[in-house]
């Protein structure tokens, strides 16, 4: 076969040009990689969290190493949606890739708020929104949304309400059955799931008895996590019939194409950006020579292929 690879993803009514994004968290709001990489090998940017209201994050410490990866507990700072809509989306949306927001808040309504604002402006650069259901719930005893699968299917199925765009759930693998809840996202009218958001993590200061991060837990990413992303990702591939956005510990080709065959029709890169911001180039790069290689003319033959 030729060099000419489908390498394409659609979801929703739309299609992203690649498979390769960046994770949310791991590329800020795009303007902070400028001139360190190729947007156009970039599939999609999933935005640092977008919230009603600015926030500060957590106290400090907010970041510690850890056997290959990294914990991290930045609490969701962002500078809020005004912020966001007149500050960055100006820059997002002239880059070549698809720009995917991801919206946080505490209650149902500050998640419909964040996106009501952005769809009532001129928000064609937005491809689509990425919900992040780890935060958690102020009206129902502080537990996350994404614990609960009656909670993620009311609030993806309000969320639909607001937009035509792609509507992406983010998963949270601190659970006792994530196809429960990958299935409830799915019934709320989701156009794909994104999995796995951070492990749950803690170091202790030895001599100092104390947690080492200001939060005291933080989330745990990076190559540690991905098998575990892995082995979720094929969980939930034979639980849903929508695309899944598969993450965790990618830092090469052959780590995202596991992700590939255990189901995921795309993937992001997180922790890895910032050892090597050209990490997504190489994995795009390490994919379309697999294809040549391999005889493979298009992604999706390969997708959750893995026995």
């Known amino acids: 076969m030729g060099t000419n690879v489908d390498l394409s993803v659609r979801i929703g009514a739309n299609t992203i040009p690649n498979p390769v994004g960046v994770a949310s968290g791991t590329f800020g709001y795009g303007s902070e990689y400028r001139g360190l990489v190729d947007f156009s090998d970039i599939g999609a940017i999933y935005t640092k969290a977008v919230t009603l209201e600015p926030r500060p994050g957590n ?24 912020k966001f809509i007149t500050d960055k989306l100006p820059y ?32 064609n650069g937005v491809f689509g929104y990425e ?3 780890s ?9 996350a949304f994404g614990t609960d699968p009656a909670q993620v299917e009311r ?10 765009k792609p509507l992406i759930i983010k998963l949270t693998p601190n659970v006792t059955d994530i196809t429960a809840i990958a299935k409830a996202a799915e019934a709320g009218g989701a156009d794909a799931v994104s999995l796995i958001n951070t492990l749950v993590g803690m170091v202790i200061d030895v001599k100092g008895k104390k947690a080492v991060l200001g939060a005291k837990t933080g989330g745990l990413s990076g190559p540690a996590v991905r098998p575990v992303g892995v082995a979720l990702t094929y969980r939930v591939k034979r639980a849903v019939s929508i695309p899944i956005i598969g993450m965790g510990g990618i830092t090469s080709a052959d780590d995202a194409l596991q992700y590939i065959m255990a189901g995921a029709s795309a993937i992001q890169i997180g922790t890895a950006n910032f050892v090597n911001p050209k990490t ?8 379309r020579k697999y294809c040549v290689s391999n005889g493979v003319p298009s992604l999706k033959e390969i997708c959750g292929i893995a026995e």
Not at 135 to 143: D, M, R, T
């Open 92 to 123: 997002l949306s002239t880059l070549p890739c698809a720009v995917i927001v991801n919206a946080a808040g505490a209650t149902e309504d500050e998640y419909r708020r964040v996106i009501d604002r952005i769809e009532n402006v001129d928000a």
């Open 280 to 287: 997504a180039s190489l994995v795009l790069s390490g994919i």
């Open 131 to 133: 919900i992040n259901v």
């Open 155 to 164: 609030l993806t199925s309000s969320l639909r309400k607001s937009t035509k």
């Open 135 to 143: 935060c958690p719930n102020v009206n129902h005893g502080g537990l």
């Open 59 to 82: 106290a400090p410490p907010r970041l510690i190493e850890t056997p290959s990866g990294i914990l991290n507990s930045i609490g969701l700072a962002n500078v809020g949606v005004e």
